[in-house]
């Protein structure tokens, strides 16, 4: 199958692109991963995408897009594969249709992990990591032991700059602007199917796998 996975940040876009991937048999493909293999690479594409990054700013679309095709030409993507962090915006969803036009294959699904804003922001803001080791524990899920103090090397635990409730809302405010037409792009085409990603990492795997099985109950049964 070919999916694409869209949510907003804090939706646990990667853990689920990881199981359903798994579940599945393709594989999961990031727009992170992808930027990282060709920066460390030094690749022509991993160049001019280091020049924004290096700088905080946003790649653009042609770059992505490039990285992405390139990927998705890879033999394990031959049979499929799991998008997570592509297509953002209507623009690069044209793209991606373009890509898979000149592949000769159709685009299977696009599944929308659904989370409510105040639960996102309970989730990223309740994240703390210390500064020795980088581990991440979490005030209400994971609490540590001694409050302040990682449990794990017993250095000060922190609050991330993006993990701040006025820095979580904020990003809210651009995944609504960049993602609610893109939502209703695939939505107009039939493609979309909404998934609760409230509950247990394996509830919600098996709501995603559900919603699969019912578009194609052939290609992902077992």
């Known amino acids: 199958m070919r999916i694409v996975?869209?949510?907003p940040p804090g939706a646990g876009k990667g853990t689920q692109a990881q199981h359903l991937a798994t579940h599945l048999s393709i594989p999961a493909v990031s727009?992170?991963?992808i930027f990282r293999s060709h920066v460390?690479?030094?690749t022509p594409l991993g160049r001019t995408a280091g020049q924004y990054l290096d700088r905080g700013a946003l790649v653009p679309d042609e770059?992505?897009?490039d990285m992405v095709r390139d990927r998705l030409a890879e033999p394990d993507a031959a049979g499929g594969f799991l998008l997570d962090g592509f297509p953002r915006t209507t623009g690069?969803?044209?793209a991606l249709d373009k890509i898979l036009a000149d592949s000769g294959v159709p685009l299977d699904g696009v599944l929308e992990l659904r989370v409510a804003a105040?639960?996102?922001v309970r989730r990223l803001s309740g994240r703390r990591q210390c500064r020795a080791g980088g581990h991440v524990c979490h005030v209400d899920f994971a609490p540590p032991a001694v409050a302040g103090i990682c449990d794990s090397c017993g250095s000060e635990l922190y609050q991330r700059e993006d993990d701040r409730e006025d820095t979580v809302l904020r990003r809210l405010e651009v995944y609504a602007r960049q993602t609610a037409p893109l939502v209703g792009h695939y939505a107009e085409r039939g493609l979309l199917t909404a998934v609760d990603a409230v509950g247990d990492i394996a509830e919600i795997t098996e709501r995603a796998l559900a919603a699969l099985r019912?578009?194609?109950p052939h290609r992902t049964a077992g």
């Open 214 to 216: 019912e578009r194609d």
């Open 5 to 7: 996975l869209v949510g």
């Open 40 to 42: 460390s690479r030094g």
């Open 118 to 120: 105040d639960e996102v």
């Open 63 to 65: 770059v992505t897009t």
């Open 92 to 94: 690069q969803a044209e």
């Open 31 to 33: 727009t992170g991963d």
